[in-house]
């Protein structure tokens, strides 16, 4: 049997589904509505290519176990899985409305209010798929059954990549397909809900809109926009709430779109969006310290001043010993120089650096000696200065033009000139203080100023992100604690120490969860399966990959959490330090709670098909 022949009107699957009629068609499937006694059902079957058929009917099998702990109205779920040769059949609720997609093909764009409410209930759904640690992966038209009256649910859970092996059960048309997935589920890369999201977004703008955004007449769908698409350049008469949500939903980044389903969800439902929630995300890993977000972390996420809480009094100058050539070598050390601190606009203030004549950073003798290492590992040669020994560094040149007005004033006291004396004394007596000043202050990365950030935060972060070199755990963990030094900033002017303490206690706990996360993701590569043994898994590889999967997708979705979290705080406009801390005070009981829920699911999952080594011990 295959979706090819499909089954004929009459045929009665497993004595109890009579077969009605076809509903449906994909490349790969084919829906039948079909009778159970006075109940009518849908039945899909799936014939995907005959060497994966195994691991298309074992994904399903654990896509529906998964989704029976899933409690939502708006999720179609399988009833019943059946076998049929190299086919499988999948019986479920039968939705009388039809699909989103069909309702636009045949009837034209639907109304901002519908399409509003539709949008609503699939968000809805995608939260409590989202807090199981399950991905849809498919989110398009074809995929929103419409009930009556005005009722969405969420079908075709059949790509759902529990085991993150190719997902086998797509059976639309992958050009379809592609225009609704996010860039980085098109591109191969991490994806979390946000994916998710970004697909809903480009079918609620299908919705409104009645076609997908187009790079001109008659042309291709746009390539993803920074800003995401907006429907009310096709369609006028959008209102602007809704229009805004759906370019926040559509950004090409997924670190500039709503960070949650269950966000998307309220921001449809109070028609707008919260405050303080346009801002896009940017750069804050390299060019300024995700702590105190001062320029200049030598290539590090954090600078070296919140690298060293405890290091003592900055009282040591890093000074670069000069280049030999003065020409191609210097042209060199300028261009590291520029990426190393965030390439401030004062070009000369660089040049100074690089021929060693002005100090790169003053810090601790504790942190000198880490950052001359560090420095080393760039290609510069350092010296380090006492901070009160600097009377040595000051260029012939300034002592030269200091002793000629002492000098003047000498000759001039001779002539019994007593004024011009004085003036010509305290002329040469300023210059000197006034050089020795200018020494004291680094030129590219500045003092340490403002609030620093609790000494157990900053030793944590220094050492997490020195672990964690990349990712999006490494993203997401920037994103935290950006929003956490805003929030401790704005907490400044209220009695509000208890909830500075807990944006302190936030961050340790996002600290573990992204070290948790970024431990997972070398695992999962590991146990992805490629060429023909990707058909014959060994025993337990499946199972405990998926688990490993769930426990780094509920760990991603806290993290998402928390941000979502941070960012409404942050958008009041009166803060109300009593709310703040119930709401941190939330957080941090969610993230402890997940990271040791999720420690406990590695242990099961490594019972199940054990490696070499589990996260946090050695190889």
């Known amino acids: 049997m295959n979706a090819a022949t499909g089954l004929s009107p009459g045929t009665v699957l497993a004595n109890r589904y009579e077969i009605l009629r076809e509903i449906g068609r994909g490349a790969h499937s084919i829906v039948f509505e079909a009778r159970e006694g006075d109940r009518r059902v849908a039945v899909k079957l799936l014939s995907p290519p005959a060497p994966v058929a195994h691991l298309a009917r074992e994904q399903l099998r654990r896509v529906s176990e998964a989704l029976r702990a899933v ?28 699909d989103l997609g069909t309702r636009v093909a045949a009837h034209g764009p639907l109304s901002p209010h ?92 299908y919705a409104l809109v009645g076609k997908l955004p187009q790079a001109g007449p008659d042309a291709a769908p746009c390539t993803p926009l920074p800003d995401g698409f907006k429907p009310s350049q096709a369609r006028p008469d959008v209102p602007k709430w809704l229009d805004e949500i759906i370019a926040r939903a559509t950004c090409a980044d997924p670190g500039n779109r709503i960070e949650t389903a269950e966000r998307l969800a309220r921001a449809l439902d109070e028609q707008g969006l919260p405050p303080g929630a346009g801002a896009t995300r940017e750069d804050y890993l390299t060019d300024c310290c995700i702590l105190c977000r001062e320029p200049g972390t030598l290539g590090r996420a954090v600078c070296p001043h919140c690298e060293d809480p405890l290091g003592g009094q900055p009282d040591t100058l890093i000074m670069l010993v000069p280049s030999v050539s003065e020409t191609s070598g210097e042209e060199e050390r300028v261009r590291k120089l520029r990426g190393l601190t965030g390439g401030p606009s004062d070009e000369r203030a660089v040049r100074r650096v690089a021929r060693g004549k002005q100090p790169l950073v003053k810090v601790s003798r504790t942190q000198a000696q880490r950052v001359t290492r560090r420095l080393a590992t760039h290609g510069f040669e350092t010296r380090l200065v006492a901070a009160d020994a600097t009377w040595a560094e000051l260029p012939d040149w300034l002592m030269t033009v200091a002793l000629i007005p002492i000098g003047l004033g ?10 011009l004396f004085g003036v010509g004394l305290a002329g040469g007596l300023v210059l000197l203080p006034l050089g020795h000043s200018l020494l004291q202050h680094p030129s590219l990365i500045p003092d340490a100023s403002g609030p620093q950030p609790p000494t157990a935060l900053a030793q944590k972060v220094a050492q997490v992100m020195s672990e964690i070199l990349g990712g999006e755990a490494r993203k997401l963990l920037a994103e935290i604690l950006r929003l956490s030094r805003d929030l401790y900033l704005r907490l400044e002017s209220h009695e509000a120490a208890e909830a500075r303490g807990l944006l302190s206690d936030v961050g340790l706990a996002s600290c573990e969860a992204a070290r948790e996360l970024a431990a997972l993701e070398p695992i999962l590569d590991a ?11 060994p025993p337990g590889l499946l199972e405990s990959r998926a688990r490993l999967g769930i426990a780094h997708r509920c760990l991603a979705q806290s993290l998402l959490e928390t941000t979502a979290t941070l960012s409404a705080i942050r958008g009041v406009e009166i803060l109300d330090a009593a709310e703040t801390v119930t709401d941190l005070l939330a957080v941090c009981a969610r993230l402890n709670e997940e990271v040791e829920a999720q420690r406990l699911a590695v242990k099961e999952a490594f019972g199940l098909f054990p490696l070499r080594s589990e996260p946090g011990q050695a190889g």
């Open 410 to 419: 000498f000759a001039l006291a001779l002539m019994g000139d007593a004024v």
């Open 527 to 537: 146990l992805v399966l490629h060429g023909e043994r990707r058909f014959e898994p």
């Open 71 to 98: 409690e939502h109205p708006g999720i179609l779920k399988p009833s019943e899985l059946l076998d049929a040769g190299f086919s499988t059949l999948i019986v479920m609720d039968l939705v009388e409305g039809g």
């Open 114 to 205: 519908d399409v509003a409410v539709i949008g609503r209930s699939v968000a809805e759904a995608l939260a409590a798929v989202h807090a199981q640690g399950l991905l849809h992966r498919a989110v398009k038209p074809r995929n929103i059954l419409l009930g009556e009256p005005r009722r969405a649910l969420l079908a075709d859970f059949g790509c759902a990549d529990l085991d993150g092996q190719e997902a086998w059960l797509e059976d639309e048309d992958a050009a379809e397909d592609d225009v609704f997935r996010s860039p980085e589920q098109s591109e191969g890369r991490y994806v979390d809900a946000r994916s998710d999201i970004y697909a809903l977004g480009m079918t609620l703008y």
